[in-house]
């Protein structure tokens, strides 16, 4: 299994949060129009969204992070994760939203990329809404089911392999469907779980995966100065920075954004979406 992002040092932070989590068998879905794979990183009106080349024998290609040089970038980046048996948990009021983050990114003015799953769009529709046409953020994809897409990925349970492409693209529809109408053409494994035969599946899709090369620990996390710590230790030029958009998961959140946005500033460093770390990248992963 090929494995992102410092692998199981990397991925560790999450599990628990991910282990909790139950997702709905995936269905038929109504095909998204999405880009074709590309590798463009330029930047112009008429272009897309910048994308990687892809992989070897055209799979699906992985970025971690920018490139490590002079320009201090960051991207962070917010998971909104919620499956389908969690809705009557959200019914009795749980939450799986946390608007107080959004309302901090907006006020501090920090550029955003939220890898939302499918489910959550349909639970949060005007959230979705609204972050999907404020000009800060961009959304992409973080699947329709939060099925792994390979075993042995935090237990959770797993997608066939003919099942891939099409939770993808029921995410996508979802979407589009709340009223998100530019989803980028990018995708976060559940779990940041993935081998070769889920980069294969999904390469007609035409996404480009994104990973993460800091792992915030805000997953279940009580304590924000430790999580915001942990932020402020891995960051370097390029970085993404793995957080969740999930109150209930993750009720830290915001009191780290609100922690780590002005140290970093102090810093030199600013923060970017992730399309620009692409598009920096020059088609390159």
């Given at each position: ?44 009106p ?26 201090k970038?960051?991207?962070?980046t ?133 990973q ?31 957080l ?42």
């Amino acid at each position: 299994m090929i494995r992102s992002v410092r692998r199981d040092t990397t991925l560790c932070a999450l599990g628990a949060a991910l282990s909790a989590l139950a997702a709905c068998a995936p269905h038929e879905a109504t095909r998204a129009p999405l880009p074709a794979p590309s590798a463009t990183a330029d930047a112009s009106p008429m272009a897309g969204p910048p994308t990687l080349a892809p992989g070897p024998a055209g799979l699906t290609p992985v970025f971690e992070h920018g490139p490590r040089g002079r320009d201090k970038a960051v991207a962070l980046t917010f998971d909104a994760d919620m499956t389908a048996d969690q809705g009557p948990r959200a019914a009795r009021g749980e939450r799986f939203d946390n608007p107080g983050l959004v309302a901090a990114l907006r006020e501090l003015k920090v550029p955003a990329t939220v890898f939302m799953t499918g489910r959550w769009a349909e639970e949060y529709p005007g959230q979705a809404r609204a972050i999907g046409r404020n000009p800060l953020f961009e959304v992409a994809n973080h699947s329709y089911s939060h099925y792994a897409f390979t075993e042995e990925c935090y237990g959770l349970p797993t997608v066939g392999e003919e099942q891939m492409r099409v939770d993808v693209e029921r995410a996508y529809a979802a979407l589009r469907k709340v009223g998100v109408r530019d989803a980028m053409p990018y995708f976060r494994f559940p779990g940041g779980c993935y081998d070769r035969r889920a980069l294969k599946a999904l390469s007609p899709v035409g996404v480009t995966a994104v990973q993460w090369d800091v792992v915030s620990g805000d997953a279940f996390a009580t304590d924000a100065r430790a999580v915001a710590q942990e932020v402020l230790d891995g960051v370097r030029a390029g970085s993404v920075v793995v957080l969740h958009c999930t109150l209930s998961a993750a009720p830290t959140t915001e009191r780290v954004v609100r922690s780590v946005v002005p140290e970093l500033r102090d810093r030199g460093f600013r923060f970017v979406k992730v399309s620009e770390l692409i598009g920096a990248a020059g088609g390159r992963a």
